[in-house]
C-alpha cells in the first residue's frame, strides 16, 4: 500500500476494465480528474504477483517502501481509493476500484484500513462513501454494498435526486 498523488494513469487504467461499474465516461474523466487532486492510495503488486515480462521502475526496493509513488508503473497499481477530505473530522472515499483480477483477494479490505489507520491518527472520527443505492437494480452494485458492509459502514439514506440519473446511497462509519 503506497499513498501518494495523482496516479491518473492507474485510475484511468483500472476503471477501463471494470466498465459495469464505470462505463460512463463523463464519470470516468471526473474520477481520473480527481486522481489528480486528491490523496491517492494504491496497492501494488509484490514482485512475484507481477506480469511475466513486465519490468518494474525499481525491482530491488519493495514497492511498499518506495518514496515516490508516482514511480510505479501503472500495470503494477492493482487497485486504487481516492481520498476526499473536506474537515477535520471526517473524510470520504471518493474512489475505490480494485482490477478485475483481482477481486476478493482483500486488496480492497486492505486499502481501506490503511486509510482508516492513517485518518483516526489524524483526529478523523466519520468516513463516508456513496455508492448507487438498493432502488436501482444493479447485481455488481449489490456486491459493492456488501463489501462496504463487510468494511463496516452502515446505509443512512438513498437520496433520489443527489445524482442526474441515479439513486445514491450515503454510507458512514465511526472510525
Ligand atoms: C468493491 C471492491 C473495491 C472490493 O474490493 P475487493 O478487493 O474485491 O474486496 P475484498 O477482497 O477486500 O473483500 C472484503 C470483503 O468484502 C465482501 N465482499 C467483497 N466482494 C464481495 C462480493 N462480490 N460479494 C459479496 N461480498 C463481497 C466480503 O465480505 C469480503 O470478505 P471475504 O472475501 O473474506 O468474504 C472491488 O470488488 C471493486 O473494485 N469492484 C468494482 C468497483 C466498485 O464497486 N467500486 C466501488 C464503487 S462505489
Redesign the pocket.
Known amino acids: 500500500m503506497v499513498r501518494t498523488l495523482g496516479r491518473s494513469d492507474a485510475a484511468h487504467e483500472i476503471l477501463e476494465e471494470?466498465p459495469e461499474?464505470?462505463g460512463i465516461d463523463r464519470f470516468t474523466h471526473e474520477y481520473v480528474d480527481a486522481a489528480a487532486r486528491f490523496p491517492n492510495y494504491v496497492a501494488v503488486a509484490e514482485p512475484e504477483s507481477r506480469e511475466p515480462g513486465t519490468s518494474p521502475a525499481d525491482a530491488a526496493t519493495p514497492p511498499s517502501s518506495r518514496a515516490d509513488g508516482g514511480a510505479i508503473p501503472a500495470d503494477d497499481v492493482l487497485?486504487v481509493l481516492l481520498l476526499d477530505q473536506r474537515y477535520p473530522t471526517s473524510a470520504e472515499v471518493h474512489?475505490?476500484?480494485?482490477r478485475r483480477k483481482?477481486?476478493?483477494?482483500?486488496?480492497?479490505?486492505?486499502l481501506m484500513a490503511r486509510v482508516e489507520d492513517d485518518l483516526r491518527a489524524q483526529g478523523v472520527r466519520l468516513l463516508s462513501?456513496k455508492?448507487l443505492g438498493p432502488s436501482a437494480y444493479d447485481p455488481?452494485?449489490d456486491?459493492?454494498r456488501?463489501?462496504y458492509s463487510?468494511?463496516g459502514f452502515h446505509p443512512v439514506e438513498e437520496f433520489p435526486d443527489l445524482w442526474a440519473d441515479e439513486p445514491c446511497l450515503l454510507m458512514v462509519k465511526a472510525l
Open positions: 471494470l461499474w464505470f487497485g474512489l475505490l476500484a480494485v483481482h477481486h476478493r483477494a482483500g486488496i480492497g479490505r486492505t462513501v455508492t455488481g452494485f456486491q459493492t456488501a463489501f463487510a468494511c
